[in-house]
């Protein structure tokens, strides 16, 4: 069984890897990592230059406030103007930008103008996850398995840069210096940007989108938008109590490592939500999901132990791929075609600043009910995007698209 499960699996990942070729896939993974690196390589590299850790969060801070403003950006620009042009020029920038912060900071220019580099370098993240996704998905051609499969993967994709872009990060600031990891995101997004950008199966622009771009916001995008929403609260509220409990029970140093759990379980998840029978339909899985994620959160109350922390914030990744996942193959059914790639950035966008505002929230529960507090935060959220999927994930409501919509 488990090697029909395995050969299935892995032969629905073939399948889908040949839609662009492996190359591409590699390109996609190394240049998405950069996203994941700039945050917390901007907090580290600020506050040691200035000795500032406000000064590093406030860095930290525009540049996710620019990344949730720019992504909807870039993604209706590739859209109306294709993947290729506006992909290369978001690469160009982007890596100026992250090298702009890096002197910025080493030669002490004044604070607004490295608050400036910070809030650009978000403003013009190439968007590799959300175009990626929208790629896919032109290239299934309507064929929904062969879709589920490709998000799956790419899914995997963005769950494994998740967790190792902070961690390339720790790494080259605790053996080199803090500016290295930072300089190689930027080498990062200028060469794999550029050839992601540039490859043949780059979308080409909608000349319909241009004229009548059509109807973006609906009811359903809209709950999808509050879904995302509700779980980048939960890893912001997960991200403060790990990082609170870890240092409470006596191993601060362990956080990164707990918390990249989730990533890595949840990788794990993402290949197996491929797997699943079709008769599995997606506002079926999203209510399956969504009560998993309840489930896993739940035990996140009672961790006393650093041991219990990881194997609940490991627990709670094998929630986070599947309604990932789900939720971007919804997007397909609510959204023209000619505006897939901003819809699937909004989405990326509604993800962090929710995550920020999670964290906010969370920070002062700690602060004033003690370390395990912001996990009841976790609990709460979680419960919320329960409630909302089950009174709104049906079938009637996610219909398939109508071709040409």
Do not use: K
Not at 5 to 33: I, K, M, N
Not at 159 to 187: K, Y
Not at 203 to 213: D, L, N
């Amino acid at each position: 069984m488990a090697a029909v499960f395995s050969h299935g699996v892995f032969a629905t990942f073939a399948t889908a890897a040949r839609l662009t070729g492996g190359r591409v896939l590699l390109w996609s993974a190394l240049g998405r990592l950069p996203n994941a690196m700039c945050p917390i390589g901007a907090l580290l590299l600020v506050t040691h230059d200035s000795g500032s850790v406000w000064r590093g969060s406030a860095a930290t801070g525009v540049l996710a406030l620019g990344q949730a403003a720019g992504g909807p950006l870039v993604g209706r620009l590739a859209d109306r103007h294709g993947q290729r042009g506006v992909g290369l020029v978001a690469a160009v920038v982007n890596a100026l930008a992250i090298v702009g912060l890096v002197l910025g900071s080493r030669l002490d220019t004044a604070f607004p103008w490295q608050l400036v580099a910070a809030t650009l370098i978000g403003l013009s993240v190439p968007l590799i996850g959300p175009l990626s996704r929208s790629r896919w998905v032109r290239l299934a051609d309507g064929d929904g398995e062969l879709t589920s499969a490709t998000l799956s993967l790419d899914g995997t994709v963005d769950e494994i840069s998740f967790t190792a872009g902070p961690a390339v990060i720790g790494v080259l600031a605790t053996l080199i210096d803090p500016a290295a990891g930072l300089l190689l995101a930027a080498a990062l997004v200028a060469v794999c940007g550029t050839l992601f950008a540039l490859h043949p199966t780059a979308a080409p622009g909608h000349a319909a989108h241009q004229r009548s771009p059509g109807r973006l916001l609906s009811a359903p995008y809209a709950l999808l938008l509050g879904g995302m929403g509700l779980l980048g609260a939960c890893f912001g509220s997960v991200q403060v109590g790990v990082t609170a409990s870890a240092e409470a029970f006596g191993h601060p140093g362990a956080a990164g490592l707990v918390y990249g759990l989730m990533g890595g379980t949840s990788a794990v998840a993402g290949v197996v939500t491929a797997a699943l029978p079709s008769r599995w339909d997606l506002p079926l899985r999203l209510r399956v999901s969504a009560g998993l994620l309840l489930a896993a959160a739940l035990p996140l109350l009672l961790v006393s132990t650093v041991t219990g922390l990881a194997l609940a914030v490991g627990g709670l990744g094998l929630a986070v791929a599947p309604q990932v996942i789900t939720m971007f193959g919804l997007v397909e059914r609510t959204v023209p075609t000619a505006r897939l790639g901003e819809a699937m950035a909004a989405l990326v966008s509604s993800i962090t600043l929710a995550q920020a505002a999670g964290t906010l929230a969370a920070g002062r529960l700690a602060e004033g009910y003690g370390p395990t507090a912001p996990f009841t935060l976790t609990a709460c959220f979680a419960l919320a995007a329960l409630l909302l999927t089950v009174l709104t994930a049906t079938a009637d409501r996610y219909r398939p698209a109508v071709a040409g919509a």
